[in-house]
């Protein structure tokens, strides 16, 4: 089992910056990647970003280069998300995931999900 909870959502402003975190726990050992999804309203679970358990591959879906950066830091078990440039489109939920599987854009194909932070519309 693996447990993950995400923080750092919040009110910003268009332009602005935000940082999320995912606290996991658990047989984090065993899992192969960390990925943040994010969905809005009425849409399908997007996927954003993904981290190798070594951290040092990562991917990213088209609308986010440049201006989101995946990183872990492995001695506290979390994931990040730092996002820049905030734009109105980025509005969403987001879901931090863990799978045992090898890289894959497919909610799915994720074994472990946590409760989501909301990251609201850039006032």
């Known amino acids: 089992q693996v447990q993950l909870v995400e923080s750092g959502g919040g009110l910003v402003q268009a332009g602005d910056s935000l940082r999320l975190s995912c606290a996991a726990s658990?047989?984090?050992?065993?899992?192969?990647?960390m990925a943040w999804f994010r969905q809005a309203p009425g849409r399908e679970r997007e996927f954003v970003a993904a981290?190798?358990?070594?951290?040092?591959?990562?991917f990213y879906v088209d609308s986010v280069k440049g201006r989101f950066t995946i990183s872990s830091d492995n001695a506290k078990n979390t994931v990040y998300l730092q996002m820049n440039s905030l734009k109105p489109e980025d509005t969403a939920a987001y879901y931090c995931?863990?799978?045992?599987?090898?890289?894959?854009?497919?909610?799915?194909?994720?074994?472990?999900w946590g409760q989501g932070t909301q990251v609201p519309s850039p006032q």
């Open positions: 995931a863990t799978t045992f599987r090898g890289y894959s854009t497919r909610p799915a194909d994720y074994d472990y």
């Open positions: 658990g047989h984090t050992f065993s899992t192969n990647y």
């Open positions: 981290i190798s358990q070594s951290g040092g591959t990562t």
